[in-house]
């Protein structure tokens, strides 16, 4: 199973960008679907996730100003993420959940830097 994350890069503060996730090598859908962050030096902490049966919570930070999408059926997430500040700079990841054994999916990262 490979999650990979499309999207990232820099933008300045109040700007927009999309990060999207595609899993591949699955014969299953995930159960969760979900975009986690990690500054260096930092525990890696909840952006966003959404159920198989469409619940979606939100880290308190994201709240009003990131959404998130996901086509559970096919395993592809989305985080649209509006009005970036500069301490929404970090690398963020793409996280599934799910399989016969259910166990957690990692992507390998792209970075989010906000900056003028």
């Known amino acids: 199973v490979r999650l990979v994350e499309s999207g990232g890069g820099l933008v300045q503060p109040g700007g927009s960008l999309r990060l999207s996730c595609v899993a591949s090598g699955t014969d299953f859908s995930f159960l969760r679907m979900a975009w986690y962050r990690q500054v260096p030096g930092d525990q890696r902490e909840l952006v966003a996730d959404i159920m198989l049966g469409g619940a979606i919570n939100y880290g308190v930070f994201a709240k009003g100003r990131f959404t998130i999408f996901a086509h559970m059926g096919k395993n592809t997430v989305d985080l649209q993420m509006d009005n970036l500040k500069p301490e929404d700079t970090a690398v963020y990841y793409c996280?599934?959940?799910?399989?016969?054994?259910?166990?957690?999916?990692w992507g390998q990262g792209t970075q989010v830097t906000v900056s003028s």
């Open positions: 996280n599934g959940f799910g399989g016969s054994t259910p166990r957690h999916y």
